[in-house]
């Protein structure tokens, strides 16, 4: 359930309608939805066993603004490198709340987490455990670890998204997981807390999950036998979110929290959980207006003026994504076909394919549904195009919480070196 919706033929975000913003902010923009936020957020915790940490998945939507609004709401953060940690910090996420995972953690960034606090490192292969124990050694400081381990689970997600099959970079193989765990006892500067898995994104049936947590079990019962503390599981994030209104919707939080429930009620664990794209895809939208509505010989292109430069997932993912026309359509009005493209000189600019939408002209405005995870995150200035700007609504109020950038702005971002007259 979302706060998007239509009041007095308007599409609203709340209170606020998505024409008003149109016209003070201008297009493409991205809007949140603060309700939605913590709906979600409320969902979800609600539905864990108490005390669970729930450290949002920083890189699904790194807005100071939506950080802030889930710090508020008791969230922490899962990082990934050094850069969303210090957005994390300064939306005001208490360190001890935030885990750092990632298989590329740098000496550096492992540095200002450990000078920071945070609760623990989701540490992913052995040459990164003999890193950190090193710096942890240098600060005179032991650092918390999970190993993260990949379980070989398909979880039967876009293949780009998968991340816990023996394919895959991520984690430490199952079959390793006891050796690596030994080797991780015997350096001073790491304290093993527990084990961490994380499966993929976008996931759609529980059974995947079960599958992974099952294993998982196994593996804290031989740990455990083999003498380490195994005090924490981190159980990453990954449940998939309705993008087609149509079809069968994944599994609600209530029926993901009660699996969860079942399966580690025996294991003693503090449980932690990194959820993102559940919190805030469907907690955004991408609004743009459209240019041109081009007659090509086999098909109609609705041209807007956001593009791949301002939401790649189409692009990079094949993914769906629902288009409304703001204004809302009369009941029973013609829904042709169109093929909605930006104006980025690559083909694969493209929205949406033969999709039918209520009859659009230049100017109409449309929004881009499901777009509050993977979205402004992942924007570029390709084609000199500033990114699109976003907007936080909260009932009745609403801020621009990342201006546009100027042209100006984006020309400023180079130097001219000496030898060219800088
Ligand atoms: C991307 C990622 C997440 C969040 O995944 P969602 O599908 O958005 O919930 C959580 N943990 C790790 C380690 C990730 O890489």
Sequence with gaps: MNHFQYRDGVLCAEDVPLTL?????????????????????????GALPKGALIAFSVKANGNQAVLKTLANLGAGADVVSGGELARALAAGIPANRIVFSGVGKTAAEMRAALDAGIYQFNVESEPELLALNAVAL????????????????????????????????????????????????????????????????????????????????????????DGHNIARLDLGGGLGVPYVQDNAPPPDPAAYGAMVTRVTKDFGCTLS?????????????????VIYIKRGDAKTFAIIDAGMNDLIRPALYDSHHEILAVKEPAPGSARPRYDVVGPVCETSDLFAAGRALPELKSGDLVAIMSAGAYGAVMASSYNARPPAPEVLVSGDEWGIVRPRQTYDDLIAQDHIPAWLGG
């Design 138 to 225: 240098q600060m005179g400081k032991r650092a918390p670890v999970t190993l993260r381990i990949n379980p070989d689970v398909d979880a039967k997600t876009h293949a780009k998204i998968t991340t816990g099959t023996a394919e895959t970079k991520f984690g430490i193989p199952f079959v390793h997981a006891r050796e690596a765990f030994g080797e991780a006892a015997t350096l001073p500067g790491i304290e093993i807390v527990g084990v961490d898995v994380h499966i993929g994104s976008q996931i759609t049936n529980l059974e995947p999950f079960e599958q992974a947590f099952v294993r998982v079990g196994e593996l804290v019962r031989m740990l455990r036998a």
């Design 273 to 289: 959980f990194e959820p993102g794209r559940l919190i805030a895809a469907n907690a955004g939208v991408l609004v743009s207006q």
């Design 21 to 45: 913003l149109a016209e003070k902010v201008g297009t493409p923009f991205y809007c949140y939805s603060t309700a939605t936020l913590a709906r979600h957020y409320q969902v979800f915790a």
